[in-house]
């Protein structure tokens, strides 16, 4: 088989890539160890940033997530005894979206199937080879078992932090951070007990209130690593919420409702460099992972994407290189802008026991949330910089 672009993962990165690829004139064959049900139905992240938006729509993705999608206008910032609301829109001029990554994974995959495009599920011993050469290609193992060769002029490698691309590019600088906590998710069939996400320090550890729809509410906790979900009985979950949310300060109250999904989910920051080799571009998780505090996981996936898909469009039809050759550097702009807050959003926000510690944070929450310098500096980064940037 022979495409322009061999793309290993049917993420978002991946599926968003052909996209923008076949928009261009560019062909492509998406290959994916996982079934198209699973990748529909993962559930992982939530908040699109306002260029998230802006590329989604500009891509003629925006049909359902305008109608089905929920506008913020900004954050609650909280700890207890308090709590105050940050008004992006006021303070930038740009919102945020509650409209989850299975949402925009389904809307990719129903895009992708309207316009024919190859996407093999379900493949198996996926290997990368002459990625030096002007013949890179891929081999793999199909749903049927049958051995299979994939040539490209290119490969885009979106196949997440576990997948074979990062692993081809050598002499690679990698920086690593992992934290000593992580986050138990649950999804509940229960209203969301606020109009927009709630970011709550408390002595116990972190808690987020946050959602899927007018029905759907999504939370999290702050727990130890290495914490099984199981060992959390509904009720103790329902009761850390409310105490860490801060159930019955002014009044405010937390519904709890059925648990449908529970989760936990390990911190680590994680940067790799260059995001290229030969005739291979990492993009999204493939290429640095953040801690979820700040949601910038999913937007960083799709602000990758927006670069290299231009890259590879002027590289394969005009045979410009000039875009694929600054794509590692231009997107590493943007990474360690977003490596940083996510870093920052965490360590202000988790709990250590460290008592100077939590005065800082304290501190630190006082003037972000009382200052306007503070509070734009978390909006700007939050509602998200300019693609490009
Ligand atoms: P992925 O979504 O990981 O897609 C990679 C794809 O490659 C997958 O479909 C995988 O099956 C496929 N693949 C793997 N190996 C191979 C192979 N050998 N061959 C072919 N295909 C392969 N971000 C947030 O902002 N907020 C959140 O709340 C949040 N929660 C998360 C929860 C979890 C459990 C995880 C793992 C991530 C979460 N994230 C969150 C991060 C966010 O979901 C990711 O940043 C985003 O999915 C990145 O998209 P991607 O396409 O780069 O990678
Ligand atoms: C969600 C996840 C995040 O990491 C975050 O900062 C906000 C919301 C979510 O899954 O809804």
């Known amino acids: 088989?022979?495409?322009?672009?061999?793309?290993?993962?049917?993420?978002?990165?991946?599926?968003?890539?052909?996209?923008?690829?076949?928009?261009?004139?560019?062909?492509?064959?998406?290959?994916?160890?996982?079934?198209?049900?699973?990748?529909?139905?993962?559930?992982?992240?939530?908040?699109?940033?306002?260029?998230?938006?802006?590329?989604?729509?500009?891509?003629?993705?925006?049909?359902?997530?305008?109608?089905?999608g929920d506008q913020h206008r900004g954050i609650y910032l909280q700890w207890p005894g308090e709590r105050h609301h940050l008004d992006f829109v006021d303070l930038t001029g740009r919102s945020v979206w509650v409209y989850g990554q299975t949402e925009v994974q389904k809307d990719l995959i129903a895009a992708r199937h309207a316009d024919g495009q190859e996407i093999h599920y379900e493949v198996s011993d996926v290997e990368l080879h002459d990625l030096g050469s002007d013949r890179p290609h891929v081999t793999y193992t199909d749903k049927n078992g049958l051995d299979s060769r994939l040539d490209a002029l290119c490969i885009a490698g979106c196949d997440g932090s576990f997948g074979p691309s990062r692993q081809a590019v050598p002499a690679a600088r990698i920086y690593e951070k992992v934290y000593p906590y992580s986050w138990f998710g649950i999804l509940a069939d229960v209203a969301p007990s606020t109009d927009e996400l709630i970011y709550a320090w408390h002595p116990d550890g972190f808690a987020l209130h946050s959602m899927r729809s007018a029905t759907v509410s999504r939370l999290y906790l702050q727990v130890p690593n290495g914490t099984d979900p199981r060992s959390w009985p509904d009720d103790r979950i329902w009761e850390e919420l409310s105490t860490r949310l801060g159930h019955g300060q002014n009044g405010w109250k937390l519904n709890p409702g059925p648990i449908t999904d529970k989760s936990v989910l390990p911190m680590r920051s994680h940067v790799r460099t260059p995001m290229r080799h030969g005739n291979l571009f990492l993009a999204g998780d493939?290429?640095?992972?953040?801690?979820?505090?700040?949601?910038?996981?999913?937007?960083?996936?799709?602000?990758?994407?927006?670069?290299?898909?231009?890259?590879?469009?002027?590289?394969?039809?005009?045979?410009?290189?000039?875009?694929?050759?600054?794509?590692?550097?231009?997107?590493?702009?943007?990474?360690?802008?977003?490596?940083?807050?996510?870093?920052?959003?965490?360590?202000?926000?988790?709990?250590?026991?460290?008592?100077?510690?939590?005065?800082?944070?304290?501190?630190?929450?006082?003037?972000v949330a009382g200052s306007r310098a503070g509070a734009t500096g978390l909006a700007e980064n939050y509602a998200g910089l300019p693609i490009g940037y």
């Open 1 to 68: 088989m022979r495409t322009q672009v061999a793309i290993i993962g049917a993420g978002p990165a991946g599926l968003l890539l052909s996209h923008l690829l076949a928009r261009g004139g560019v062909d492509s064959v998406v290959l994916e160890t996982r079934s198209e049900e699973y990748v529909a139905a993962r559930i992982r992240a939530g908040i699109l940033e306002h260029s998230s938006v802006e590329l989604l729509e500009s891509a003629g993705l925006g049909g359902r997530l305008r109608q089905e």
């Open 286 to 367: 493939a290429a640095h992972i953040v801690p979820p505090t700040g949601a910038k996981g999913l937007n960083l996936a799709i602000a990758d994407v927006a670069l290299l898909s231009k890259a590879l469009i002027a590289s394969v039809k005009e045979k410009n290189p000039a875009l694929a050759d600054r794509y590692s550097d231009d997107a590493q702009r943007r990474v360690w802008r977003c490596t940083h807050f996510s870093w920052w959003m965490t360590t202000m926000l988790h709990t250590s026991g460290d008592p100077f510690d939590a005065e800082l944070q304290l501190s630190q929450l006082r003037w």
